[in-house]
Each structure stands twice: as C-alpha cells, then as structure tokens.
Nanobody
C-alpha cells in the first residue's frame, strides 16, 4: 500500500518554473515506479512523466519533453516534477501516481494522490 500527497502547485507565469512534490507513505515505496499525470478542464487525464523504481530510466510525454524533469528520492519517499518554461496549456490538476511504468504510459496506475492545481498565466 502507498499513500500519496502532492504539494507545490500554484500560479506561475509562462516561462517561469515550479516544482511539484509528492510525499509517499508505505513501506514498499521504493519498489514502485512513480509517475505524474495531469487533467485539464474538459479533457481526459493524461500521462506526463514516469521514473523507474531504481531511478535509472525516465519517460516523458512529448508535450513536456525537454521542459519537465521527474526525479525521486527513495530515502525520503519523495517524487518531484520540476516544470521549467511552463506554458498556459500546461494548466491542469497534476496527480502523483504509483504503479508500473508500462501501465502508467497507458494511463493506468495502482495508486493516486488527490492532485494539486497548476495554473500558468500568459
């Protein structure tokens, strides 16, 4: 079992930066691949980024590749999403997720956080 709590959302100007954090609890955190998803108003939830449980490999949606960076600290049970040069179209509720990367890249995860709002102003 893993419980996930996101933080760090807010209002950011286009071209700025924002770091989202996800605090996990549960003894098996380090065995999970971790990911970030987002859902904009009127749209379906979409995959953003994922990181392998030993943090060797990362995966990104084409829309954020080169701008966002996912990382994790297994000792602190934390996952981060650094958003650089955000655009207004990045505005969404961002969700932290735990599961398997193969599933998350198809939009499926075993555990979800409650989400944190990110609003990018132009």
């Amino acid at each position: 079992q893993v419980q996930l709590v996101e933080s760090g959302g807010g209002l950011v100007q286009a071209g700025g930066s924002l770091r989202l954090s996800c605090a996990a609890s549960g003894r098996t955190f380090s065995s999970f691949d971790m990911g970030w998803f987002r859902q904009a108003p009127g749209k379906e939830r979409e995959f953003v980024a994922a990181i392998w449980w030993i943090a060797d490999n990362t995966y990104y949606a084409d829309s954020v590749k080169g701008r966002f960076t996912i990382s994790r600290d297994n000792a602190k049970k934390m996952v981060y999403l650094q958003t650089n040069s955000p655009k207004p179209e990045d505005t969404a509720v961002y969700y932290c997720a735990a599961g398997k990367i193969a599933d998350m890249r198809r939009g499926v995860a075993g555990y979800w956080g409650q989400g944190t709002q990110v609003t990018v102003s132009s």
